[in-house]
């Protein structure tokens, strides 16, 4: 097992505090650094939590993954707690050792992002004076068993549950997955807006690596390549729009388990000249403001990071109407609804916001404004840091 180390934040980000209010010691805990929507959120908020009242440490199940370097010098103690599985006995060594942090520690909150780390943090925190706040970001990791038992039995021993959208808020009370005292709907923060400003920057740098001439439309899809994201009913859709837009291109941005079959799935549709898979790529955001049109196809989500850095660059949305999406894209105004598992449906709604510039301008427009004004990113961190203070408050 990996040494467990002591993390302190650098002199250089600690203002001044009161002795008479020493700071809260917060630990988080997530499953992995890989561009994710949850990992992001969770790197952006430890950027910015306020070190004078707040000192932060961090854990993980694994290192691998390029967003730790976005972190690492405020965070270069990484405590790692490594689980290969949640049914043997390492499994339980691991809980083991985090509580043993936790009360080493005196770690007055535990805030962990994702399932593993969830379920993780449940069985750590059972029994210390340490506080946990669990995030469900999603209506349902999976349709396994395991992971619906494993939901509901780490928001029961939480102390707080972090939801992102008022749809998964309704669910988690709709399902008995949590009492309505211990939900706190906390948006996603998003701080892309600037990449409005570098639309052609951003548009020339794709078309160069694409070696693809000035008139074409770039059609993007930023997400990892998992089948809940829906990228085989999009390149479905992708077959009719091409017909009717023979200088449509697709660029599917992300990495994972599906992209041999979605790249056979483009050759038996004759069509993967038209697909482009870039693979990861650090900051990938930056490239909805190369788009003509960003997609989301996902068959279910909680509040996509994907659709709202596309809506903060200035780029025009299709979506599907899942989950968290139907709070940010009002149809036809922030951007086109289309079905899930619906390619012909999903064509049509991209063709519809292909074939006119100004509707796809306006729809731009509109859901850039949205966003800037109700998922600011300083607002996310400072509803965090009151939820912090509210229980430690309460304990």
């Not at 959120?41 to 440490?57: G, H, N, P, Y």
């Not at 008995?176 to 600037?194: E, F, P, T, Y």
């Not at 930023?222 to 023979?246: C, M, Q, S, T």
């Amino acid at each position: 097992m990996e040494a467990i180390l002591t993390n302190t934040l650098p002199t250089t980000e600690t203002r001044a505090f009161s002795d008479a209010q020493p700071r809260v010691r917060v630990m988080h805990l997530i499953n992995s650094f890989e561009l994710g929507g949850t990992e992001r959120q969770a790197v952006e908020l430890l950027k910015r939590l306020d070190a004078s009242r707040f000192d932060v440490s961090l854990g993980a199940i694994q290192r691998k993954g390029g967003l730790y370097d976005e972190i690492a010098e405020r965070y270069p103690n990484l405590h790692l707690f490594p689980l290969d599985s949640l049914y043997n006995r390492n499994a339980f060594a691991q809980a083991r050792a985090l509580r043993e942090h936790l009360l080493r520690e005196r770690i007055d909150i535990l805030h962990a992002h994702d399932f593993y780390a969830g379920w993780l943090g449940a069985f750590a925190t059972r029994f210390t004076p340490t506080k946990f706040i669990v995030a469900q970001r999603h209506l349902r990791l999976s349709d396994r068993r395991i992971h619906d038992l494993g939901r509901r039995l780490m928001n029961r021993l939480a102390d707080r549950v972090i939801v992102n959208a008022e749809m998964i808020r309704e669910y988690v009370l709709t399902e008995g997955l949590a009492k309505s005292s211990k939900l706190a709907v906390i948006r996603n923060g998003i701080d892309w807006g600037h990449l409005v400003n570098e639309r052609d920057t951003m548009r020339r740098e794709l078309l160069d690596e694409l070696n693809l001439p000035d008139n074409v439309l770039l059609i993007g899809k930023i997400a990892n390549l998992r089948a809940v994201k829906g990228h085989e009913y999009l390149i479905d859709a992708a077959e009719h729009v091409i017909d009717e837009f023979p200088n449509a291109h697709f660029v599917f941005i992300g990495e994972g388990e599906l992209r041999y079959e979605l790249e056979e799935q483009a050759k038996e549709l004759r069509i993967a000249h038209r697909i482009h898979f870039l693979g990861n790529r650090p900051q990938a955001a930056r490239y909805n403001a190369g788009l003509d049109l960003a997609v989301l196809a996902s068959l279910h989500e909680g509040m996509p990071n994907a659709v709202l850095e596309a809506m903060s660059a200035g780029t025009a949305v299709v979506a599907t109407a899942v989950g968290g999406v139907r709070e940010i894209i009002n149809d036809g105004v922030t951007g086109y609804a289309a079905l899930p598992a619906n390619p012909a449906n999903l064509a049509a709604r991209i063709a519809q916001a292909l074939i006119n510039d100004d509707e796809r301008l306006r729809l731009a427009t509109n859901g850039r404004a949205f966003v800037l004004a109700h998922f600011g990113m300083d607002k996310m961190v400072s509803q965090t840091e009151t939820l912090y203070s509210e229980i430690v408050a309460s304990s």
